[in-house]
């Protein structure tokens, strides 16, 4: 997340949703997180009309609608899907172990 926000911060806002409350302090203060956080439970998604396959999820909102939902980590399709459409290279990360 540190590097894509890096690269488009100038472009556009970015923020963090988590849905659960459990150790979101801590990932966001062990990761030096430089954009805004916010902890949203999963039923209140619903409220402002957000559909998320699963966690983790990067939405690409543009003027108050959801235009593109990147499922998953930044590995794999997800990564390649996320470079090409916001134009930017972001490193390549390990698959989490199952």
Do not use: H, N
Request: proline share 7%; charged share 25%; net charge negative.
């Amino acid at each position: 997340m540190a590097s894509l926000f890096t690269q488009i911060k100038s472009a556009c806002d970015f923020l963090a949703l988590s849905v659960d409350e459990k150790g979101t302090r801590e990932f966001v203060a062990e990761r030096a997180m430089a954009f805004p956080t916010f902890v949203l439970i999963k039923k209140e998604l619903s409220t402002f009309g957000l559909k998320i396959p699963g966690v983790p999820a990067t939405l690409l909102v543009s003027e108050g609608a959801v235009v593109d939902v990147w499922p998953g980590a930044y590995i794999g399709e997800t990564k390649e899907a996320i470079e090409s459409r916001l134009q930017v290279a972001l490193p390549t990360t390990e698959r989490p172990p199952d």
